[in-house]
């Protein structure tokens, strides 16, 4: 099971996360 797909995911949700802080 690659992980690249879940980091991807992970990245994302952080992101997004830090566009709302902003």
């Given at each position: ?9 992970l ?12």
């Open positions: 099971m690659p992980v690249i797909p879940l980091l991807f995911f990245l994302a949700f952080v992101w997004q996360a830090a566009v709302s802080f902003r």
